[in-house]
């Protein structure tokens, strides 16, 4: 059954106040109430899961400024995409810990900003400990949703992404329900691998607005379904059964039209709970930058426009989790 309210989860731990990923930014979103926080995992070369956005660091540390890593800068193709920068397979853990972390968006977020260099980058099990003395240090339970990025990518390198995750997971005491876990991946395949390892949790597949599945496409090429399809009612009657649910870009519920007015809420969320499937969007901020035309107030980017609105549509279309970049605002509205 749909939950009465959704769950609030703080995108990377708090990154509208603190450098996503970062220690404070966690800490600060399980001090405002958040019922989860969502790591995103990618890998060292030495094989340890690390909770960065992306594998590529340039814009996310000081690795830039760092003059023994120059040579490390490099480009590669990461799921069809072209990058040039620094990236975390090629460092072991002990070099990736000695880089500082930084704001992603500073024009967007100065106040975020002037955090900048204060902290190192943080290992899954880092943040899995900091959320279980978090709910033994408040009383409740305070979930992990646990995103594992680019896993075709990383097993072409010949890492056993799920092998690792469910190491970790269980080093930790995490893998065996003790606490509220929820794995999400834009690759299904790759949470069947870790759900074949036993790890409790409910699985969550990333449907993005527009594009391909990865994993898919690297398996069947051309013939691999949109991600489109895979949201529309025959796609999600595929979905029944391999995963728990669904987490969508948040423009598949606004169902903006060419003005930039939100039409919805679609079906999408009711179609996915007639399914027995659970709903999750991301991500919900208050900046003009990311809300739809028509909620937008001024011209300041960085400025908060009528998210209350935007969010609203969200809310009434029933999901059972948001994502949030400022969970008081979250907790607030949501809660």
Known sequence: MPRRRPLVI???????YRPEHTRSSYELALALGVDAVEPDV???????????HENEIGSTTDVADRPEFAARRTTKTIDGDELTGWFTEDFTWAELATLRCR?????????????????????LVDVLDLVREASLDQGREIGVVLEIKHATYFTALGYDVAG???AA???????????????????STVLAQVRA??????????????????????????????????????????LVGTVDGIS????MILAPDRLG??????????????????????????????????????????AFGDYESEWRVIADAGVDGVFVDHPDLGVGFFG
């Open 164 to 166: 690792l995750i469910a």
């Open 197 to 238: 390892h036993g790890i409790r949790g409910t699985y969550i597949y990333l449907l993005e607005a527009a594009g391909h599945p990865f994993d898919l496409v690297s398996a069947h090429g051309a013939a691999a379904p949109t991600y489109a399809q895979q949201a529309s009612p025959a796609g999600l009657d595929a």
């Open 10 to 16: 703080g995108h990377r731990g708090a990154p509208g």
């Open 169 to 187: 997971l269980r080093a930790a005491r995490w893998g065996d329900g003790e606490l509220p876990l929820y794995l999400e991946s834009f690759e």
């Open 103 to 123: 704001e992603r968006l500073p024009n967007l977020r100065p106040s975020s900003a002037s955090f900048d260099g204060a902290q190192p980058p943080l290992r």
């Open 261 to 302: 007015r939100a039409a919805g809420p679609s079906r999408i969320v009711a179609d996915a709970h007639a399914r027995g499937l659970r709903v999750f969007t991301w991500t919900c901020r208050p900046e003009n930058a990311f809300l739809l035309a028509s909620f937008r107030r001024g011209r300041d980017k960085a």
């Open 248 to 251: 969508v870009d948040k423009r």
């Open 42 to 52: 990618v890998f060292t070369a030495d094989g340890v899961a690390v909770v960065r």
